[in-house]
C-alpha cells in the first residue's frame, strides 16, 4: 500500500495503490524518549514516542491526506486517509493535530498548499476552523485540553 522514496525533502512515503477515505494506511507504537525532539511524536501531555519506520517519514503539510488516530492510554497511532490518495501521492500529516508545540522547525513551511500557515506550528496555533475540520484526528489529549479551555473560559 505505501513505499518510502526519495522526495523533495528527503525520504517520504507514497502510496503505492489508490487509498479510500478512512481507510487505515498504518499503524505503530514506540519507546517514550524523555523529551520532545525533531523526530519524536507527542501523544500525551507530557509524553512523547519515537516511532521506527514509514510512519516517522511521513511529511507535514497544512492540508494533509493522512490523520492521525491517538487515543488516551491506547498505545497505538493509526494514520488514515482524511481523503481519496491517487497512487503515487505523497503521504502528509499536520503535525499540529499531535503536537501542542513545536520547538525544532523554526524554518518556513515547505508544503505548497494553498492552505499553507507559512510556518510548521503547534496545536494551539492553528485556526479554530482547521481544528473542527480534523474531527476525531486531533489527538484525544489535545481534545481533552480544549473542552478543559472551554469550560474555563
Known sequence: ????????????????????TGELILRGWGPDVPQRTRHSLQVDHDRHIVISGPIELINHSCDPNCGVLIRLDDEVMEIRALRPIAKGEELSTDYATFEAEIEHM???????????RGQIVGYWDIPEERRMAYGPYIAA??????????QAG
Not at 523554526?106 to 492552505?115: D, P, Q, T
Not at 489529549?141 to 472551554?150: R, S
Open 106 to 116: 523554526a524554518e518556513r513551511c515547505l508544503c505548497g498548499s494553498a492552505l499553507c
Open 141 to 150: 489529549y489535545l481534545q481533552e485540553a480544549d473542552v478543559l479551555v472551554e
Open 1 to 20: 500500500m505505501i513505499e518510502v522514496r526519495d522526495g523533495q525533502l528527503g525520504k517520504a512515503v507514497h502510496a503505492t495503490r489508490a487509498i479510500n
